[in-house]
């Protein structure tokens, strides 16, 4: 899949979503939702009325090799929702996301969101792997529920080129990078931050390059690339790098 897009969010859509994270003891050894911490909220929350499930519910972390950070990021979608709550292995509260004013009447589909990004070590005491329960309610009364489970297996680093500020023909480049088994598959970003675009490209993990449309390429600019390898859980890591075009 191949796509260009300029993502921008209204301050008006951002004020009529409330979004709450947190996590408030040290992560201990993962239970069942029904054993520990406040997962009797959970289950009362979803009884009375049509239980259905997400259409969509994804959990995993994005490591930046280069960088050395790592975030989490949430793929949710179900129909016309107000809230989605989320509760940790051990039933302890991790996401709590309130639709309000307008957006609470019409209702929210798909939600993406990633986390901030500290260190590696800190992002993983905070978010244990494991089975993290979720709920929620439509605007029609539904009570929805899902699970999505956490991996903290990271998949190795992309190595690709060119990534080091090589010059290159503008007219034919082709990213390449060695190959990584046990993959679901690659990505590869190229960001003009000049002009605010960037493409993307989702390949099969049997692929280990891509050419970049030249029509989308400037003479004697400069670019970002990213070559992300995405494991069959969903976690994906990063490795960042930088190219020039000829003149």
């Known amino acids: 899949m191949l796509r260009l897009r300029q993502t921008w969010i209204g301050a008006g859509a951002i004020s009529a979503l409330a979004l709450i994270l947190g996590c408030s003891e040290a992560p201990g050894a993962p239970v069942s939702l029904s ?14 009325g049509a239980q259905i499930p997400f259409a969509k519910l994804k959990l995993f972390l994005e ?6 950070d790592l975030g989490v990021q949430l793929l949710l979608d179900a129909p016309d929702w107000e809230w989605v709550k989320g509760h940790d292995p051990r039933g302890r509260r991790v996401v709590d996301i309130d639709a309000r004013g307008r957006l ?13 990004e500290p260190s590696p070590e800190e992002v993983l005491a ?5 089975v993290y329960g979720f709920s929620g309610k439509t605007v029609d ?16 680093a992309p190595v690709f080129s060119p990534s080091n500020g090589e010059l290159v023909d503008a007219k034919n480049l082709v990213i390449t990078w060695k190959a990584i088994g046990g993959l679901a598959s690659f990505q590869v970003i190229v960001v003009d931050e000049a002009l605010g675009r960037e493409i ?17 390429l400037r ?7 990213e070559v992300l390898s995405v494991a069959t859980t969903g976690n994906k890591t990063i490795t960042e790098g930088t190219f020039q075009t000829k003149p």
């Open 35 to 48: 054993e520990a911490g406040d997962s009797t909220a959970v289950l009362s929350e979803t009884e009375g």
């Open 63 to 68: 490591f930046n090799s280069t960088d050395d």
């Open 104 to 116: 609470r009447d019409l209702g929210i589909t798909e939600l993406f969101f990633e986390s901030a």
């Open 126 to 130: 905070l978010i244990p792997a494991g």
């Open 141 to 156: 009364g539904e009570r929805l529920t899902g699970t999505a489970t956490l991996s903290h297996n990271l998949p190795p």
């Open 200 to 216: 993307v490209a989702d390949v099969a993990p049997s692929v280990t390059s891509f050419q970049v449309p030249a029509t989308f």
């Open 219 to 225: 003479p004697n600019a400069q670019y970002k690339a």
